[in-house]
T-cell receptor, first 112, second 111 residues
Framework: DTEVTQTPKHLVMGMTNKKSLKCEQHMGHRAMYWYKQKAKKPPELMFVYSYEKLSINESVPSRFSPECPNSSLLNLHLHALQPEDSALYLC???????????FGDGTRLSIL | KNEVEQSPQNLTAQEGEFITINCSYSVGISALHWLQQHPGGGIVSLFMLSSGKKKHGRLIATINIQEKHSSLHITASHPRDSAVYICAVGVGGTSYGKLTFGQGTILTVHP
């Protein structure tokens, strides 16, 4: 069992749908991350939150909207996604931004 | 040229063999990470290094800062070690929190 919990594990959505991915950790970590991973490729960083504030946005399209409501929870709101957005979305957390990252199992997203 | 290069890209071994995966990087770093990803997605952080050598069970990671090179060794390999091994570097400065990843090494250990 991982200490970073992501829900749902799988998500299929149409291009006009709005959905959200959820990530939760109870390790007291103050940094949280969203990554996108395409098949047979390494993860690509999307966003970093440090102390609940957005510290890095890797020029991600606005159809992806991150939210950090509290130190344990990280959401990724999805709207009007494209088929090329189909991927594994990984969440991670770390004690600080200079510490090892703990990854969730990911949400496998398919856009129809 | 990628900032982080791993070799080999694919590695096949027989159970019990000693395995080495290499990682070279071209930028100044704050730390280097070795990660393991099994089929199905989950990523596990194996090591974070900024100097020297670390050991955990059958895994050993070394880093040479002057040569910008790191190696991950697996002793007495086992089929359950089959996974993708990823080297990633943190570069610090205004990019604190950002990891730059290598392309990964696919390891298959046969019984």
């Amino acid at each position: 069992d991982t200490e970073v919990t992501q829900t749902p594990k799988h998500l299929v959505m149409g291009m006009t749908n709005k959905k959200s991915l959820k990530c939760e950790q109870h390790m007291g970590h103050r940094a949280m991350y969203w990554y996108k991973q395409k098949a047979k490729k390494p993860p690509e960083l999307m966003f970093v939150y440090s102390y609940e504030k957005l510290s890095i946005n890797e020029s991600v399209p606005s159809r992806f909207s991150p939210e950090c409501p509290n130190s344990s929870l990280l959401n990724l709101h999805l709207h009007a996604l494209q088929p090329e957005d189909s991927a594994l979305y990984l969440c991670a957390s770390s004690q600080g931004i200079y510490q090892p990252q703990h990854f969730g199992d990911g949400t496998r997203l398919s856009i129809l | 040229k990628n900032e982080v290069e791993q070799s080999p890209q694919n590695l096949t071994a027989q159970e019990g063999e000693f395995i080495t995966i290499n990682c070279s990087y071209s930028v100044g770093i704050s730390a280097l990470h070795w990660l393991q990803q099994h089929p199905g997605g989950g990523i596990v952080s194996l090591f974070m290094l900024s100097s020297g050598k670390k050991k955990h069970g059958r895994l050993i990671a070394t880093i040479n800062i002057q040569e910008k090179h790191s190696s991950l060794h697996i002793t007495a390999s086992h089929p359950r070690d089959s996974a993708v091994y990823i080297c990633a570097v943190g570069v610090g400065g205004t990019s604190y929190g950002k990891l730059t990843f290598g392309q990964g090494t696919i390891l298959t250990v046969h019984p």
